[in-house]
C-alpha cells in the first residue's frame, strides 16, 4: 500500500536518569508524570506513523505502553547524560525507517496539540531537511556586544523590531536521508540541509531545566484552571 | 559638600493607565501592590542619593510617600501609552540634575537587592554612558534566518555557546550628560554614548506585560515560599 503522506514517526527521548531534576519524566506534574505529556500530545497527533519512546529504562516503556505508544529501548552505552542528540537519534533513524522523524520533548509539557499540529502541517508543505522551534524575541539583542536586531542610534518600540529566533528543542523534525547524510559526511546532522525556523507560542514554550522552571510549570497549569480575580490596592489597605 | 562618588537617582517610572494588564501598579501581587516591589527595592539601595516615583498619577504619588519615596508628576502629554521611554526619561533629566539616573521598572518584582547592588557598582566602576540590563540566552539563535551564536555543521551543548544576550529593561543607567547630549545631536538618548551589558539571574528577569506573566510572578512568589515534595509516578498508580 503506498500513499502520497509521507511516513512521519514521533520519537520521544527520555532518561530515567535525569540530572538537574531527578527522575522528572516520572514525576508528577499536576497529578500525571511528565512523559505522559509529550506521549498524550503525539498520540492525539493524526499526522504521525508511530509514536515510539526512545528510552533505555523499562519503566518508561512500561509507561509508554499503558498510554498506548511504542518503546524502543536504545543500547545501554547511549544511555547516559554524555550521550548526545546526535548519538541517539542517529541509533534510533538506523533502526526506524522512515521519511521523517519528529523529536518531541518532554521537556514542554505545555505544548498544545494545535501547535504540534501547525508544526507537522508546516513540515509537510515546507519540505524542509531540519525544522526547528523557536521562540521569537522581540527584545534589542547583541552578540559579542554587537547590536543584531536594532540600531543604537535610534531607539524603536520592541513589538517593531525584527525578532531573534531562539531555539528551543521543544519540537524538531529531521528528513531521515538528509541527517543520515549530513551525519555521514561531516559528522553531524542535527542542523542538516535546508532548515525552518517554527515560532512556538511564549506560554507552550517552557524547558523544564530546573527545579524552578518545574515550579513555574506547574504553577502555570494551577493558574489556567483557577483565574483568580485581580486585587487592588486602595489608599486604607496599606 | 563634595564627595567623590557620583550622584546616582534612581527614577521609577509608572503609570496608571497600563494597557495590557490594567492598572497593573497598584495590582496586589501576593498581597503587595506591585509598584512597591520597585520603590521598596531602590529604597533599600544605598549607592542611591534620591528614589522618584515618575508618574502623572496622584494615587501612585501618595503610594510612593507611604513608601518614603519622592514623587515627581510628570506633565500630561506624557502620560499616555504613547508617551516613550525617551520622552519622559528626557523630560525627567531636564528636571533632576545628577551624575546618572537608573531607570527601576516596576515590571521586574523578583530582583533582588544583591543584583541591584552589583548593578550600581558595575556602573560606578564600568564607567560606561549607558547600562543595560540583559538576560543571557545560552541557546542556538538566528536573525533574519541566519546563525549567530553556533556553526551549523557541528551541534555544540547549549551551556558551552557564546550566549545572545537580550535587552530585558529591569534595571537601565544613564549618565545624564550622555543622554542629554545624544538626545540633541540625533534625537536619541536610550542607547547613549558607550555601552554595558548586565546580566541578570532568568530567576530575577520576570517582565510582567500579560495577565499570564502576572500568574507567573505570583506562582514564583509562592512556589519559593512552600517547598513541595516531589511525588512520583509508580506502576499502580495510573
Request: include cysteine; hydrophobic fraction near 40%.
Amino acid at each position: 500500500m503506498t500513499t502520497n503522506e509521507p511516513r512521519i514517526i514521533a520519537m520521544i527521548p527520555a532518561r530515567m536518569g535525569s540530572q538537574r531534576i531527578p527522575k522528572k519524566n516520572i514525576r508528577l506534574l499536576d497529578g500525571k508524570p511528565l512523559i505522559r505529556y509529550a506521549i498524550d500530545l503525539a498520540m492525539g497527533e493524526p499526522g504521525f506513523d508511530r509514536v515510539i519512546v526512545n528510552s533505555e529504562s523499562e519503566e518508561l516503556g512500561r509507561l509508554a505502553a499503558d498510554a498506548g505508544a511504542e518503546f524502543y529501548r536504545r543500547p545501554d552505552n547511549l544511555s547516559t547524560h554524555q550521550a548526545t542528540n546526535e548519538q541517539f537519534t542517529l541509533d534510533f533513524l538506523h533502526q526506524h525507517p522512515c521519511d521523517y522523524v519528529v523529536m518531541v520533548n518532554t521537556t514542554s509539557p505545555l505544548l498544545r496539540p494545535a501547535t504540534l499540529a501547525r508544526f507537522v502541517e508546516h513540515l509537510k508543505k515546507s519540505k524542509v531537511d531540519t525544522l526547528l522551534s523557536v521562540s521569537a524575541e522581540f527584545a534589542e539583542c547583541f552578540f559579542d556586544d554587537q547590536p543584531i536586531n536594532f540600531n543604537p542610534l535610534k531607539k524603536t518600540n520592541s513589538q517593531n523590531l525584527v525578532p531573534v529566533h531562539k531555539v528551543i528543542w521543544a519540537l524538531t523534525a529531521w528528513k531521515r536521508e538528509s541527517f543520515l547524510t549530513a551525519h555521514e559526511q561531516r559528522g553531524s546532522g542535527v542542523f542538516a540541509g535546508t532548515f525552518g525556523l517554527f515560532p512556538i507560542p511564549k506560554d507552550e514554550s517552557s524547558d523544564l531545566d530546573t527545579e524552578e522552571d518545574w515550579v513555574l510549570a506547574e504553577a502555570l497549569i494551577e493558574g489556567k484552571k483557577k483565574s483568580s480575580k485581580p486585587r487592588y490596592w486602595t489608599p486604607s489597605s496599606l
